[in-house]
């Protein structure tokens, strides 16, 4: 946190050389702690006669702490074991002594774990009260397991899976992907129902040609081959690309793969169609990155915003005269869609937006007034909720 690393790239410097189990549980420790820390931190603050500061140790160590006691039910002995060595030398009686203390007085959690404040204020003034209630219930417990399949499976698979759309199945959380039936021969893989959108709405590609700009690590380059696209993929990063490579070898699937820089890279000729999944804060995907909303600042989002505006411009001038673009964000920020597509749209006149029809979309879901997809904290909620989008389709002059 004090580096304002995200937690995936954190947890895997941290975890080399631990067994999986140990892998795994080092970061649901830290996951539960992140999800649940408004509300740890109130408890912390309400049991202590001095605010102890934000990055001292020993608060660290109690909000891990807690964390096992009140959210994963590890047990007290073991919770209290491995804290106290972290303060040896250090406030060890303070933190033995809340600790003891949260055990006798039985302390709980709400029922909803607190958005930071910040985060609340930002999300009522966009969206109001009501959303950011939805999105606090679905902060609280990590979500289902949303797969994506290159062709539909037979009758009888994945019995127990929901079916939400076609090529789509949602299974409980909490399951080992790589055990799953399938895995190693790759006819489907992970990506929420959300981020599956935006290659929905470029339909079936009849081997015409797309880009897929900022494709690492391939979930929308797979759909998109899947649906018979003459695919490009290109991404700044050969870490992520390298991921993206071995997605393609897993899945049989094929798309040309290209390191570029959106900035300065170019194509060689005008394509059909380009998906541009823009990198961002990517706020609307905090039920699974549950780091995301205690990292990112405004100033953040204003530089995603200034960047997407750039690879927006760019790859505006890579169309055929009428081809679609189609611009993706994972946020739940309007300066990453809304505001952004509203500000192409004043400066490049000839474009339209090509309007999202209620049919193009999953039961439940549906376009705004202005033709987008905005994906809301709150949707599908009894079916086990979804990440925040916002997908625009927009069509390029016609000549
Ligand atoms: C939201 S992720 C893409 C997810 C991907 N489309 C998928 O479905 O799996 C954004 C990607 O943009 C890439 N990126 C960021 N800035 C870039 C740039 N200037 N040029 C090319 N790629 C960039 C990042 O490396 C990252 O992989």
Known sequence: MRRGDPLDIAAHAATQGLAPADRAFAIAIVSE???????????????????????????????LALAQLLVLRTPP??????ALPLVAGGPRRLVHALLSRAQQEEWSLPESANLPEAVAERWAAQWGDDIVAAAAAAWSAPPPIDLSFASEPGEGEWAEAAKLAPLHRRLPRGQAVEAMPGFREGGWWVQDLAASLPARLLGEGKGRTLLDLCAAPGG???QLAAAGWDVVAVDASARRLARLSDNLARTGLSAAVVQGDIRTWAPDAPVDAILLDAPCSATGI??????????????????????????????????QPGGTLIYATCSLERAEGEDQIAAFLDRNPGWTVDRVEAGELPAGIAPDGDGFVRT?????????GLDGFFVARLRAPSG
């Open 286 to 319: 905090f039920r699974r990155h549950p780091d995301v909303l205690h990292r990112i600042e405004p100033r953040q989002i204003e530089e995603m915003a200034a960047l997407q505006a750039d690879l927006l411009v760019r790859a505006s001038g890579w169309l």
């Open 376 to 384: 809301l904290p709150g949707f599908l909620t009894e079916a086990g």
């Open 220 to 222: 929308k380059t797979m």
């Open 33 to 63: 702690t992140l999800r649940w820390m408004v509300d740890i931190d109130a408890l912390i603050d309400g049991a202590t006669e001095q605010v102890l500061p934000d990055d001292v140790k020993s608060r660290a160590v109690l909000r």
């Open 77 to 82: 002995h073991a919770v209290v074991a491995t």
